[in-house]
């Protein structure tokens, strides 16, 4: 099994920066990519970055140039950064990790208010 546990969510104005945090254990060496979903009130939860083991990223549309995701494989973890961050990217914001052939782990969720 993988335990991820995520943090770094908060309250920021329009424009402001945010750095998330997803610490991977237990059976960390099956882990190929990790990356970041979030979900507004009432809608669907959508893919925010992922990136693979060796470094490849992918974006949504909608946060690319504006977010950067990052892993450092020595601590097992996964970083969102978050730069001039609008109203639209409030959400929970929840990290996950695919293990091969075990399927997805997901980590709580982290609260990310953007509001003036």
């Known amino acids: 099994q993988v335990q991820l546990v995520e943090s770094g969510g908060g309250l920021v104005q329009p424009g402001g920066s945010l750095r998330l945090s997803c610490a991977a254990s237990g059976g960390i060496f099956a882990i190929n990519a990790m990356g970041w979903y979030r979900q507004a009130p009432g809608k669907a939860r959508d893919l925010v970055a992922g990136?693979?083991?060796?470094?490849?990223?992918n974006y949504a549309g909608s946060v690319q140039g504006r977010f950067t995701i990052s892993r450092d494989n020595a601590k097992n973890t996964v970083y969102l950064q978050m730069d001039s961050l609008k109203s639209e990217d409030t959400a929970v914001y929840y990290c996950y990790a695919d293990r091969t052939l075990s399927g997805r782990y997901w980590g709580q969720g982290t609260q990310v208010t953007v509001s003036s």
């Open positions: 990136i693979t083991q060796g470094g490849s990223t």
